[in-house]
């Protein structure tokens, strides 16, 4: 049985000032934006080149805006990412060097943190 990862929630509070976080700071793409009713909205945001997406809207999930943590995102050059992120506005740390890879750190508005992660070099497996 396959299972493909497509969506994940984030909650926020102000559905505009989220959008365009991730839009303009962030460089996700907007696919979908649509007002169901008065109690819902649905806005859907793709990562350049993923196949997995988030939503941020109204009525849409009942956890306080910000207490999504951990969201990892995988990119070819954490240095390339930060310079990005920070030209587009974004709070980005400087890139961090763990065992595991060399990290970024930024946060949305809310305080949704995410991790974007350069994978370390692998070593070649025996054949």
């Given at each position: 049985?396959?299972?493909?990862?497509?969506?994940?929630?984030?909650?926020?509070?102000?559905v505009?000032r989220?959008?365009?976080?991730?839009?303009?700071?962030?460089?996700?793409?907007?696919?979908?934006?649509?007002?169901?009713?008065?109690?819902?909205?649905f806005?859907?945001?793709t990562?350049?080149?993923?196949?997995?997406?988030?939503?941020?809207?109204k009525?849409?999930?009942?956890?306080?805006?910000?207490?999504?943590?951990g969201?990892?995102?995988?990119?070819?050059?954490?240095?390339?990412?930060?310079?990005?992120?920070?030209?587009?506005?974004?709070?980005?740390?400087?890139?961090?060097?763990?065992?595991?890879?060399?990290?970024?750190?930024?946060?949305?508005?809310d305080?949704n943190?995410?991790s974007?992660q350069?994978?370390?070099?692998?070593?070649?497996?025996?054949?």
């Amino acid at each position: 049985m396959d299972m493909k990862l497509e969506l994940v929630t984030l909650p926020v509070s102000d559905v505009d000032r989220a959008k365009d976080f991730y839009v303009e700071q962030m460089g996700f793409v907007a696919e979908h934006d649509v007002t169901v009713s008065e109690e819902m909205r649905f806005v859907q945001l793709t990562p350049p080149g993923s196949a997995c997406s988030i939503a941020i809207g109204k009525g849409l999930v009942d956890s306080p805006p910000g207490s999504v943590k951990g969201v990892q995102l995988v990119i070819d050059d954490a240095a390339a990412a930060h310079a990005e992120l920070v030209s587009r506005g974004a709070r980005a740390s400087e890139p961090e060097v763990f065992p595991w890879g060399t990290f970024v750190f930024v946060e949305d508005p809310d305080g949704n943190r995410w991790s974007l992660q350069q994978l370390p070099p692998r070593e070649p497996t025996a054949a």
